[in-house]
């Protein structure tokens, strides 16, 4: 795991290799092992790499990067990991081609000089990686299948740069640092920018599973090296048993949990207590012949965000050398750094504990498997049932629901049951997409009313368009399978994936997701509906699969989420920071949203009268995003 950065040239002009390194070093926190920066011509096409490197396989010297071939023809850098790179290896060499180290960064070299660019189709893993080749006069990008590594770029006609950060991109003064007021209101619908734009103006995000060629001329194309292929709906008819459907996912989470387990440094494992997090700890404690360094986070003030006791169970059950950590509502203060490193403003309130979770963990092992995906994969959450439901439901009822329940005040808890019926209410009159959007959103009915403007109910219909270009690319497959899919190009990508990255890269700790691995999302994918969810119950093959594995205690109860009582600090301990940042006279965010409508917002959420705690979560870290400044001193970067 590393960072990356890069700068490509077409106007002949040298490309500076102090402004690569001053790029690098704002990566260091990903790469806290050492960086390296070279650069590169061919005619008059320029371009420099520069690499932050976390050692994780192969620790000598001669693994570093950026890593170029004999003749200087090709070099690459690389953030991820390849798990088949053993394989690869072996078959590489069986044409006499020589490898100098035992790295999977030589893999991808080498296996680019035989194949070209047809070779990243082969890796498997996650990954984002920049490859020079002069013999084509070309630099080649690209982004593994899910999105798990990140990278950023930003084009002009005189040269490309490219990151995986934002804050590396914009130390080149030719990359503006400013807000695309545009992409705003996608940002308060969603918690996240949908891919491939971000809330800075002119810089994208490479897609999941694509490739990204740069050529000397300055003309840049992007193609799609892999898509998840969804079975018809007429299609379910003709799958597996439920004996050879368990036999298989047990089969292929074994290996991708043991793929992962290839380090040459200390490894561990994030356990929350759920059923994800104890399959992966449960199937590492059978693959490894001491016990599992295992690592979770409480909160001692709420119980019901408390999942110790659970994650405690686990541990016993697997013998594991376990630690905790508690968090207080002190944890508020890393907003700033939080901020820092997420490279903007983000709705997602559990970065608090994923942050301190890291920070603990990285103070033992260097590479930490998660439970991240499962839900994604095996239908894990209440709303794709609920979705489900909501089409069975005649349209007259539906409406009659929500004329009933939808508009009730909402003074429940965000994460509450009560809640989660009034979203379904309120949601219940709506088409399929503006009804699931509604349910996952931060703002809905009165976005266009924070965000000014006079722009109406456009404002939400143009926000919409991700949603309904996923569900359009799912075509004829069921409901729950688009729905699955719609996520998994969503929020999985924009919003979970990027937590867990920035989370553990800001203290340079690796995360790996067995549940991400190509083979078992393939298969998952390719299985009925019921094989998932039925009557309500979730995970359903899932569960089977690892019924002798998983305690009944966690097996059986519902998922709980990894969330923060963000109602009761704000009510509590936070309540005069929130409102001085927010409502202050300094208040940046007055430029963009209706400064009248977060003072509604906050005086309702003070009186009791509704939870709004996400959603002033939401224009808390946007705020504190603006008075950041967008350029940022690397100072910023504190563990």
């Not at 019924?547 to 309540?575: C, N, Y």
Request: with cysteine.
């Amino acid at each position: 795991m590393c960072g990356i950065a890069g700068i490509v040239r077409f106007d002949g002009r040298p490309v500076e290799e102090e402004l690569l390194e001053r790029m690098t070093q704002m990566l260091a926190h990903r790469g806290p092992d050492g960086q390296g920066v070279q650069a590169f011509r061919a005619g008059a096409f320029q371009a420099g790499f520069g690499h932050a490197r976390l050692k994780i396989i192969d620790l000598s010297d001669a693994a570093a990067q950026p890593m170029v071939n004999e003749d200087g023809t090709i070099a690459v850098v690389f953030n991820g990991e390849i798990y088949n790179y053993r394989e690869l290896r072996q078959e590489l060499l069986r044409p006499g081609i020589a490898c100098r180290t035992s790295s999977d960064t030589e893999v991808i070299l080498r296996l680019y000089e035989a194949e070209g660019s047809r070779g990243v189709r082969r890796l498997e893993g996650m990954f984002a990686l920049a490859i020079w080749d002069a013999r084509t006069g070309c630099v080649l990008l690209a982004r593994d299948r899910v999105g798990k590594k990140p990278l950023f770029y930003y084009a002009t006609p005189a040269l490309a740069a490219f990151a995986s950060e934002i804050k590396a991109l914009v130390c080149h003064p030719d990359v503006p640092a400013e807000v695309d007021a545009e992409a705003l209101p996608a940002f308060f619908l969603y918690g996240y920018v949908p891919s491939p734009r971000t809330v800075y103006r002119g810089i994208r995000k490479l897609g999941p599973g694509e490739l990204m060629t740069i050529q000397a001329d300055g003309r840049i194309t992007r193609e799609s090296y892999w898509n998840l292929e969804l079975p018809p709906e007429a299609d379910a008819r003709r799958a597996p048993s439920d004996a050879e459907a368990i036999a298989r996912v047990r089969e292929l989470m074994t290996a991708a949990v043991r793929r992962r387990m290839i380090a040459d440094v200390p490894l561990g494992a994030f356990l929350s207590g759920g059923i994800d997090s104890t399959i992966v700890v449960g199937l590492m404690s059978q693959a490894s012949r001491r016990p599992v360094r295992t690592f979770s986070i409480g909160f001692s003030s709420d119980p019901r965000f408390d999942e110790t006791r659970y994650a405690r169970l686990a541990s016993t059950r697997f013998n594991t050398a376990h630690t905790e950590f508690v968090v207080e509502p002190s944890a508020i203060e890393l907003v700033e750094r939080l901020v820092w490193h997420h490279d903007g403003p983000f709705a997602d309130s559990s970065a608090i504990p994923t942050y301190l979770l890291a920070q603990l963990t990285r103070q033992h092992v260097t590479v930490a498997l998660t439970g991240d995906g499962g839900d994604e994969v095996f239908a894990g959450y209440l709303r794709f049932y609920a979705a489900i439901l909501c089409e069975r439901i005649p349209s007259p009822v539906r409406q009659a629901v929500h004329r009933l329940l939808g508009a009730t005040p909402e003074r429940a808890a965000h994460r509450s049951l009560w809640r989660r019926v009034q979203k379904f209410a309120g949601s219940a009159a709506l088409p399929f997409a503006e009804r699931f959007t509604r349910w996952i959103s931060v703002f809905y009915e009165d976005l266009p009313e924070l965000v000014p403007g006079g722009l109406g109910t456009g404002v939400v219909q143009e926000a919409l368009r991700p949603v309904h270009a996923a569900l359009e690319e799912a075509g004829g497959a069921s409901p729950l399978s688009r729905l699955l899919a719609l996520n998994l190009k969503t929020y999985l990508l924009d919003d979970l994936l990027v937590k867990m990255d920035r989370c553990t890269m800001a203290h340079g700790l690796e995360a790996r997701s067995p549940f991400l691995d190509r083979e078992l999302l393939e298969y998952a994918f390719s299985l009925p509906d019921a094989m998932k969810l039925r009557w309500g119950r979730t995970k359903v093959i899932l569960r089977r699969a690892f019924a002798d594995l998983v305690p009944p205690e966690i097996l059986q109860r519902g998922k709980m989420g990894f969330g923060v009582p963000l109602q009761a600090w704000f009510a509590r301990d936070l309540r005069d920071y929130l409102q001085d940042v927010l409502l202050g006279p300094e208040a940046r965010l007055r430029a963009h949203v209706d400064h009248a409508y977060v003072r509604r917002l906050w005086d309702a959420h003070v009186r009791g009268e509704a939870d709004h705690s996400h959603r002033l979560w939401t224009l808390l870290t946007f705020e504190v995003w603006l008075r950041q400044g967008l350029r940022q001193p690397a100072g910023m970067a504190l563990r």
